[in-house]
């Protein structure tokens, strides 16, 4: 693992929040969330990124979207190629900087490639996790919200999810058990010290792009999640689209999954991180960020073909392993806790990917 040097202006003692993955999909637009507020120069914004699955032009020290985003909102972004697993790297960032609280996106995610490679998966979401708080305790940080999934809640028993259903069972993939153990594990930190602050918030179905359609999902190979998929085939760059399954007890037979904005996701850590300035808050809280309504396969095909005037072809093949009829979230606790909620239609996700995929078809390296 590389030492920590940081690629951004003069280092000052500003409060400052610690995104880790910051360079990442979700990671890129909440850093933007961040600095797009008023009140964005009364903190600094680092981000810690191995860059495992980020973009980096030759030459250049920032990964594109950060460069893209510093650009658009002329703040700066202090930017450390660190690996979460490095706690001497860590380290270094946290004596650098007067870190008040820390984002933790920092993870792999591919459900499918955590099948074949569970220590990997293991390695860096649950001993980099662990290595995080370590670090973060050593230098007397104690906020964190993290990024969890509503993988955790496995098979749903009943619809719609809320954040009492039970959560670890049944679940197939190491990249869902990782979520799962790592939620685990900050329950017993937040149980062993008061001083703990742990949001973790179960992520539904991120889709969409910043607004400008400057940043946005910017996946290697074929995509995994279906709307980069369909993006994808709409701008020509792949065949079809595989539809996993038509025979599933739904309105047309198509899964069924809650999607959600993902500048609407990024503006949920935005206030998430507001609760750790509320008196007596302590603990772990795990809240659900969803729109609280489902969209099939088909329906999502069908308002992208809207969005984007062209139409998707695609291909009925079998279910894929683990994949699941319906999920949609009770998104209750999220207005009550956070008072957040999801203000971005189904046609705004679609626009807004479109943007993004049609001005890069090959994502960041176009830019
Ligand atoms: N996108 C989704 O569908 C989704 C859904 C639920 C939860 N999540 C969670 O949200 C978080 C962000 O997801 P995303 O979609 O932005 O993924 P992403 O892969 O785009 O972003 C993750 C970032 O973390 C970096 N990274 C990975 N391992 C690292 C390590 N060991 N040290 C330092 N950096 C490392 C990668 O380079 C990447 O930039 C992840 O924790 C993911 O599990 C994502």
Known sequence: MKPATEHGNVTTMKPAILVTGGAGYVGSHTVASLLERQDATDY????????????????RKKPECLRIIEEMTDKTIHFYEVDIRDATGLSRVFENHNIDCVI???????????????????????????????????????????????TVYGEPEKLPLNESHPTGQGLTSPYGKSKYFCEEIMKDICRS????????????????????????????????????????????RLKELLVFGND??????????DYIHVEDLAEG????????????????????????????VLQMVKAFEVACGRQIPYKIVGRRDGDIAANYADVSLSHRLLGWRAIKTLEDMCADTWRWQSNNPDGFKCS
């Not at 792999?108 to 973060?136: H, R, W």
């Not at 850590?269 to 099939?296: E, R």
Request: net charge positive; proline share 5%.
């Open 193 to 236: 010290d008061k001083k703990w602050m742990v949001i973790s918030l179960r992520y539904f179905n991120p889709v969409g792009a910043h607004h400008s359609g400057r940043i946005g999902e910017d996946p290697s190979g074929i995509p995994n999640n279906l709307m980069p998929f369909i993006a994808q085939v709409a701008v020509g």
């Open 269 to 296: 850590h935005v206030k998430a991180i507001k609760l750790f300035h509320q008196p007596g808050f302590s603990g772990f809280h795990a809240v659900n960020l969803g729109t609280g309504t489902g969209y099939s």
């Open 104 to 150: 933790h996106f920092a993870a792999l995610k591919a459900v499918g490639e955590s099948v074949q490679k569970p220590l990997e998966y293991y390695q860096a979401n649950i001993t980099g996790t662990c290595t995080l708080f370590d670090v973060m305790r050593k230098y007397g940080v104690y906020k964190l919200v993290y990024s969890s999934s509503c």
């Open 248 to 257: 599933y007890p739904t309105a047309d037979g198509t899964g069924v999954r």
């Open 44 to 59: 600094d914004i680092v981000v810690v990124d191995n860059l495992s699955n980020a973009y980096r032009a030759e030459g």
